[in-house]
């Protein structure tokens, strides 16, 4: 435990010394704001044509904030995050074998599980504290109307979940390279294969039930709606658990190979 | 202390070390020596439980380094040939890492820093940025990481490479002052620092051990006598008859390493062992009335060892 907590220490540490955190959130911030001022236009938009129909036609249909614009900004925000998962992840093990620390880490009284654990939690509490700030555009919309905070949260919890998912896969990679463009590629790669297997899950037959269970955005749904369902808690976790576990055997067998 | 026996590690197709056993006992320093990619390094990862050997048996303090891998790292220090360093970190914040990662007691860490620091005359440089720092600063950061859990055993590949003369000095007289308490393996492809440093000598080729042994044993068990270097103004067959007689000398022939000067010939003569025969040589050139130029005993060295070893070592191998 003392262990996890120093290697996370130091990991964080480094990554809030380096440009790599101020670069990475805002980025994020900058494009889930230019996604926010454009839903917020659109939502605008819809709100004065209902008010205009309500008028000419005496119906009376509110129009919903959530609806309109938190839950189609957070499942924009989720597809954000994918792009930023790389960056977050690249240097988490290639920067410790490319200059030679991965030697110490080896060679220090630490388990593997410990340490893949430590850079692990790192990197999400960068992708974290990425999200967190991020929450600056809901808070905004409070200031001006009501929007429902309940879903909106849970909305966050699934862009959290979907964190702990994809950060293990970024971790996975960077342990297999000393190269952190190839770690940041290849990552890259495997967060649009996940999120394009989805497009193939229109229609009703086997196959594409599979890859709408499988696509990492598809499990977002639910959470955007503000809905909480433990299936997809269990894909992200299932998904989480695989990235680890892999990257425990790409350790181990890096060891072997020499 | 340490015990290795019948290591063997192949990469693939490769054999980078080939069934070395050898033992270090407590408070020695054993120097490791060999030419580059004799494997030395590998040798060294595998004592310090970085990688596992494909066979054999290495034992630390008792310890096997594969099944009770976690007692063994306890118990070294280990500098590998590019000090492991991070650079955005400041050398005491990083010195803090290492130690609170080797299981330094978080009250007695502040202490073992400054111990380390004052070791390794870090003093000037503790709050500066690793980046920052000179080749020679960072081999010392190294070295201080390697100190900081009070190790019973130091690993050190290469210490003082890329040191300045005056740095090296420094780096040699604090790995001896080290050996009081802590058990050294040291290796090098510099010889001078092994006969410097080190108690015994383990000599790696190709990874074979060819030779395990104190330095004078070394020394003294491949001397097949003194040589001489001689510089004579006269005509090489007399000189070579005359000299060839005198008692004790083996061999007389032309010296090609060495270029005569003038009228001279570069003459070069080995003796047999335990004989000294300057006086007698140079007597009789003198009397022959040739002018000699120069007489100069050439003593062999570690280096002269070295290379006997590994090159006979290429010879059987060929």
């Known amino acids: 435990m003392r262990n996890t907590w120093i290697l996370y220490k130091r990991d964080l540490k480094s990554y809030f010394t380096s440009p790599i955190a101020y670069v990475v959130i805002a980025l994020f911030v900058a494009i889930s704001g230019v996604f926010f001022y454009a839903l917020l236009t659109r939502f605008l938009n819809i709100q004065m044509q209902a008010m205009f129909r309500a008028q000419q036609m005496g119906q009376n249909i509110p129009v919903n904030v959530n609806e309109f614009l938190i839950r189609p900004l957070l499942s924009n925000m989720s597809i954000i995050a994918l792009f930023m998962i790389p960056m977050i992840t690249m240097r988490s093990f290639s920067e410790d074998k490319r200059s030679g620390t991965m030697e110490l880490l080896l060679t220090s009284p630490v388990t593997n599980s410990q340490l893949i654990l430590g850079k692990f939690f790192a990197a999400f509490s960068l992708y974290a504290v990425m999200i967190v700030i991020s929450f600056i555009y809901p808070l905004i919309l409070t200031i001006y109307g009501q929007p429902e905070m309940v879903p909106t949260i849970m909305g966050y919890l699934g862009l959290l979940f979907l964190g702990i998912a994809t950060v293990s896969v970024g971790v996975l990679i960077s342990s297999m390279t000393e190269n952190q463009i190839i770690a940041a590629v290849g990552t890259f790669a495997i967060m649009m294969l996940f999120w394009m297997v989805g497009w193939l899950g229109s229609g009703d037959t086997a196959f594409s039930h599979i890859a709408q269970y499988v696509s990492l955005i598809g499990h977002m749904d639910d959470f955007t709606k503000g809905v909480f369902d433990t299936t997809h808690l269990v894909y992200y976790a299932s998904f989480m658990f695989l990235g680890l576990f892999l990257t425990y055997q790409s350790i181990e067998s890096t060891k072997w190979r020499g | ?318």
């Open chain 2, 1 to 318: 202390m340490i015990e290795v026996q019948n290591v063997t590690k192949r990469y693939g197709p490769t054999l980078a070390v080939d069934n070395v056993s050898f033992r270090v006992e407590k408070g020695e320093i054993v120097g490791f020596l060999g030419p580059n990619a004799a494997g030395k390094t590998t040798t060294m990862r595998i004592i310090t439980s970085f990688m596992p050997a494909t066979e054999g048996q290495v034992s630390v303090a008792g310890y096997d380094v594969f099944d009770e891998a976690m007692e063994v790292k306890k118990r070294i220090g280990y500098l590998p040939e590019n000090p492991p360093l991070y650079p955005e970190m400041r050398v005491t914040d990083y010195l803090r890492f290492v130690a609170a990662l080797k299981g330094v007691a978080k009250s007695q860490i502040s202490k073992q820093v400054d111990r380390a620091v004052e070791l390794t005359t870090l003093g000037e440089m503790q709050n500066r940025l690793i980046k920052k720092l000179s080749k020679g600063f960072r081999q010392r950061v190294g070295l201080a990481q390697a100190l900081i859990n009070e190790p019973d055993v130091l690993i050190l590949d290469e210490p003082t490479v890329g040191l300045d003369p005056k740095q090296i000095i420094e780096v040699r007289e604090l790995i001896k002052s080290l050996a009081a308490d802590h058990t050294i393996i040291l290796s090098t492809h510099i010889l001078p620092e092994v006969s410097m440093t080190c108690e015994r000598v383990v000599i790696i080729n190709r990874g074979r051990i060819v030779a395990e042994d104190t330095v004078e044993n070394l020394m003294s068990s491949v001397d097949s006598g003194e040589s001489l270097v001689l510089q004579v103004d006269g005509p090489f067959d007399a000189i070579q008859e005359k000299i060839g007689a005198v008692d004790g000398v083996k061999t007389v022939n032309l010296d090609s390493g060495a270029s005569a000067a003038g009228t001279a010939t570069a003459i070069r003569v080995d003796c047999e062992p335990g004989k000294s025969v300057r006086r007698e040589v140079a007597k009789t050139i003198v009397t022959n009335d040739w002018g000699l130029l120069e007489l100069r005993p050439i003593s062999r060295t570690l280096e002269d060892v070295f290379l006997e070893l590994t090159t006979e070592e290429q010879e059987v191998a060929a």
